[in-house]
Every structure is written in C-alpha cells, then in structure tokens.
C-alpha cells in the first residue's frame, strides 16, 4: 500500500517521494493480519522513495536503515539511506514474534524496567505484594522484595501492562506502543487472546516495553566499516571521530557531552555519553572482565586523574626540555540495533495468585503469559539542540617554560568487547546494560 501526503513531520514521509516524480511525498506501508483471528500481527512502514526525487531531508536511522552517503542503492533510492539486510532483519523479526527467550538462559542483556510490571501487578490486585496460592516462585520473591515505584529508568523509555488476556487489550497494547514509540508491540502470534466477551476470564498478561534510540547533538560521521575484535572476516559499521576522518564540527559540539571517566590502558577504558536534554547517560566499557563490572567501572573512575598524571609523567620523562602536555580523546562507536523478547514463563505462568478480596470469596488471577520486550539502537543519528561549547582536556608541567606541545591521544575504540550501560542521569544504577562480547548486535556493513 503506498500513500501520498502533503505532510512534513513523519521521518518516512520525509524520506519518501512520489513515484510520478512530483514534490508529493509518500510513504509505503505493509499489514498482516491473521487468518485465524483476523487480527494485525505485523505492520511497518517504509521510506517511499520510489524515483529520482531527493528529499532535503538530512538522513539519520531508522530500524532497518543506515544512514549514509548520498548515493544510489541497491533499490534506486537517491536520498541516502541504505537498506540493511532488509530481508534477513524480517526474518529475524518473524523469528522472534514465535521465539521469546527464557530470561534465565540470558546472560549478556540485563533489563531491570520488567520491575515496573510487578510493581503494576501490585497494584492491580491491590495488596502489599503478590501472593501466590502455593509456593512463591524465586523470581517473585525477588521482584517482591525490590518494589521500584517507576524509579528504575524514564517515563519515556518503557511501556508497561498488566490486564486480561483478551483481544481489545491486545489492540490497546499495540495502539500504545505505536503511539508512544513508532514501534510494533512484538507479541508473538502464538500467544492466544480470549474474545472480549469472555467474562470469566481470569488470566492476566504482563507486558513491557523497553525502547532507547540514543542520539546525540550532531551527527557524527560515519567511519570506514572493520571487524570486531581483531576478526576482520565480517565487517561492521562505526561512526565517530579519528584522527584519520575527523569530524571536526561534529566532535565540537558534542564534546560538552561527553566525559572520559577513564583511560588505564589501551584495553581498559570507559566513556559516558549524556543525552542532549542531559536526562540520560550512556556509557561504554572496553573490559576483558564482566564481573561486578559496574562498581569495578565507578571504582577506576574516581581514579581518572592519576591515570591521566602517570600518562603525562611517563610521556614528560621521554623529553629533556619543556614541553606542553596535551591529550587528545577520539572515539570509534559500532552501530547497535538490539531487538530481545524475553519471557518469565518458566516460572511464572500458570501460577495462581491472590486477590484483595481472597480471604472473603477466594477469588485468585492466573498469570497466563509474560513479555518483556528490550529495543535498543545506537547510531550517528543527531538531536538538534542549543549546545555550549566544550573544552579539550590539557595538562601541563607548570614549572617549564613551555617551548614545545606534545600530544597523546587516548583512542575510545569500541571495536573490541565492551559493556554497554544506559542510566537516568538522576540514578545511582543503571536500568539496562548489554554486553557486546562479538558482532551479535552490530550492524553489518553491506560493503
């Protein structure tokens, strides 16, 4: 189906261009529906550029596109934007509608916001905690104990439900997630929702969605695709700014947002990137270590300045004249777009628990199914907003006379494994973190 409009707003719309090569633009757009519930199970819309037509939109990402050059693609598309593996991302995303994980055999994605449900299942059933009709489950004890009250991440980035397992609510879900974050709700097919009549329904569903699009005030350049970890065999997309494509402009305006927590050693080092409403902080850890890895992290971090004086001292000892100390920071970023599904049905669905008014007429609710969805993208994508100007970190032995500049640069390469953490900036602890250990969630490059 492809659509035309007059309407600016939309990044697809922005992106698309009638096919009579007139200055309307349009958009294509694709709906499933189920021929055993005739219901939607799947939608996306794509960019409608199908002629010559050039938007003067500035390209950035959106899932399943790359921003890029302006250059022709595989499909005729001049406006600058790539597809990415368009039919290898579909078949991943049909395979993960059927296939939610078992969040016990998850070991390199940690999301804590499904917190923010249980906190909503208490409140749905009105009472202290949840109580189960027989034993209690070790992950209920655990979300029990560690009520949130909403202060694990921002408003913004999740979405939770706790209701009947019926159709509307299904619909409801589906039209919020849409709303609140362009996205599809990602509830597999195979979860069966009960007709709206069915007043005897007890079975609840518990839903989150998590979803981070990081971005930063200007968009950083995109660098020569490479391998991960020393393995070149696959080649990958990253942006950023080295000193062999400086992206000087770009690296001016978002150095204020930026804070080297620490540089130990060519293989031990940590960033925070902080969002341009400065609400959000992402940080990057490069480690061969991922135990206690946040506190070991902070510990280096408080350490920052005798790092950076013994790398000053040592560089100083190599000269015998003044000389002027300066550390230049250049950063390489991989392009992330990691899509889970998660479940707590191992040990949560079919469990009976407790309502306010048990003791009275015993009435219980059976939890039916659980979901945790956790969407995360990380690109050169930029936010446009007023941004004060940063200053470099210089350093300098003040008893020369200072007749030479010397520079050290501290290479922030994320090509190799590191840990990925994404904080409200008003917490202590950080809600999501992500291990990248191999090329899993980057983005392969075409080329």
Same mark, same amino acid.
């Given at each position: 189906?492809?659509?035309?409009?007059? $309407?600016?707003?939309?990044?697809?719309?922005?992106?698309?261009?009638?096919?009579?090569?007139?200055?309307?633009?349009?958009?294509? #757009?694709?709906?499933?529906?189920?021929?055993?519930?005739?219901? @939607?199970?799947?939608?996306? %819309?794509? *960019?409608?550029?199908? %002629?010559?037509?050039?938007?003067?939109?500035?390209?950035?990402?959106?899932?399943?596109?790359?921003?890029?050059?302006?250059?022709?693609?595989?499909?005729?598309?001049?406006?600058?934007?790539?597809?990415?593996?368009?039919?290898?991302?579909?078949?991943?995303?049909?395979?993960?509608?059927?296939?939610?994980?078992?969040?016990?055999?998850?070991?390199?994605?940690?999301?804590?916001?499904?917190?923010?449900?249980?906190?909503?299942?208490?409140?749905?059933?009105?009472?202290?905690?949840?109580?189960?009709?027989? %034993?209690? @489950?070790?992950?209920?004890?655990?979300?029990?104990?560690?009520?949130?009250?909403?202060?694990?991440?921002? *408003?913004?980035?999740?979405?939770?439900?706790?209701?009947?397992?019926?159709?509307?609510?299904?619909? $409801?879900?589906?039209?919020?997630?849409?709303?609140?974050?362009?996205?599809?709700?990602?509830?597999?097919?195979?979860?069966?929702?009960?007709?709206?009549?069915?007043?005897?329904?007890?079975?609840?569903?518990?839903?989150?969605?998590?979803?981070?699009?990081?971005?930063?005030?200007?968009?950083?350049?995109?660098?020569?695709?490479?391998?991960?970890?020393?393995?070149?065999?696959?080649?990958?997309?990253?942006?950023?700014?080295?000193? #062999?494509?400086?992206?000087?402009?770009?690296?001016?305006?978002?150095?204020?947002?930026?804070?080297?927590?620490?540089?130990? *050693?060519?293989?031990?080092?940590?960033?925070?990137?902080?969002?341009?409403?400065?609400?959000?902080?992402?940080?990057?850890?490069?480690?061969?270590?991922?135990?206690?890895?946040?506190?070991?992290?902070?510990?280096?971090?408080?350490?920052?300045?005798?790092?950076?004086?013994?790398?000053?001292?040592?560089?100083?000892?190599?000269?015998?004249?003044?000389?002027?100390?300066?550390?230049?920071?250049?950063?390489?970023?991989?392009?992330?777009?990691?899509?889970?599904?998660?479940?707590?049905?191992?040990?949560? *669905?079919?469990?009976?628990?407790?309502?306010?008014?048990?003791?009275?007429?015993?009435?219980?609710?059976?939890?039916?199914?659980?979901?945790?969805?956790?969407?995360?993208?990380?690109?050169?994508?930029?936010?446009?907003?007023?941004?004060?100007?940063?200053?470099?970190?210089?350093?300098?032995?003040?008893?020369?006379?200072?007749?030479?500049?010397?520079?050290?640069?501290?290479?922030?390469?994320?090509?190799?494994?590191?840990?990925?953490?994404?904080?409200?900036?008003?917490?202590?602890? @950080?809600?999501?973190?992500?291990?990248?250990?191999?090329?899993?969630?980057?983005?392969?490059?075409?080329?």
């Amino acid at each position: 189906m492809s659509r035309r409009t007059f $309407e600016h707003g939309l990044a697809d719309i922005r992106r698309g261009a009638e096919k009579d090569n007139s200055l309307l633009q349009n958009t294509r #757009e694709v709906v499933v529906y189920s021929l055993e519930t005739h219901e @939607p199970i799947y939608y996306r %819309s794509f *960019a409608g550029n199908e %002629s010559g037509y050039e938007s003067d939109y500035e390209p950035g990402y959106e899932p399943g596109y790359e921003s890029g050059n302006k250059s022709e693609n595989k499909s005729g598309n001049k406006s600058g934007i790539e597809v990415i593996n368009e039919t290898e991302q579909d078949m991943k995303m049909q395979e993960l509608l059927q296939t939610p994980e078992d969040v016990s055999s998850v070991s390199d994605i940690s999301c804590v916001t499904f917190q923010n449900v249980w906190d909503a299942f208490i409140k749905y059933l009105e009472t202290d905690k949840v109580h189960f009709i027989n %034993s209690v @489950p070790k992950t209920a004890s655990e979300f029990n104990n560690a009520v949130s009250n909403g202060n694990i991440a921002p *408003a913004k980035d999740y979405y939770v439900f706790v209701g009947k397992q019926v159709l509307n609510k299904k619909t $409801e879900i589906d039209s919020e997630i849409r709303r609140k974050f362009g996205e599809l709700s990602y509830i597999p097919s195979s979860f069966e929702f009960s007709s709206e009549s069915s007043t005897s329904v007890n079975d609840l569903f518990l839903y989150s969605f998590t979803y981070n699009n990081f971005k930063f005030p200007k968009q950083y350049k995109k660098l020569k695709a490479s391998g991960f970890n020393g393995d070149n065999s696959v080649k990958y997309n990253y942006f950023g700014y080295t000193p #062999e494509t400086k992206n000087q402009n770009a690296f001016d305006v978002n150095k204020s947002y930026i804070e080297n927590l620490f540089y130990a *050693a060519a293989d031990d080092y940590a960033v925070k990137f902080v969002s341009p409403d400065r609400k959000e902080e992402m940080i990057l850890y490069v480690t061969n270590s991922f135990d206690n890895i946040y506190n070991e992290m902070m510990q280096k971090s408080s350490q920052r300045n005798t790092y950076e004086n013994n790398q000053v001292n040592n560089e100083l000892r190599k000269y015998d004249h003044s000389v002027f100390i300066k550390i230049n920071s250049f950063y390489k970023l991989p392009y992330i777009n990691i899509l889970k599904l998660l479940t707590y049905d191992k040990e949560l *669905a079919g469990k009976e628990v407790k309502t306010s008014k048990y003791n009275e007429d015993k009435s219980t609710y059976k939890i039916a199914k659980t979901l945790e969805v956790i969407k995360f993208i990380l690109n050169n994508e930029k936010t446009d907003v007023d941004n004060p100007s940063g200053v470099y970190n210089a350093y300098q032995n003040t008893s020369f006379d200072m007749t030479e500049n010397v520079y050290i640069d501290n290479l922030y390469y994320f090509d190799r494994p590191f840990v990925l953490f994404l904080k409200d900036t008003n917490k202590d602890r @950080p809600y999501f973190s992500a291990r990248i250990k191999d090329g899993k969630y980057l983005v392969k490059s075409e080329k």
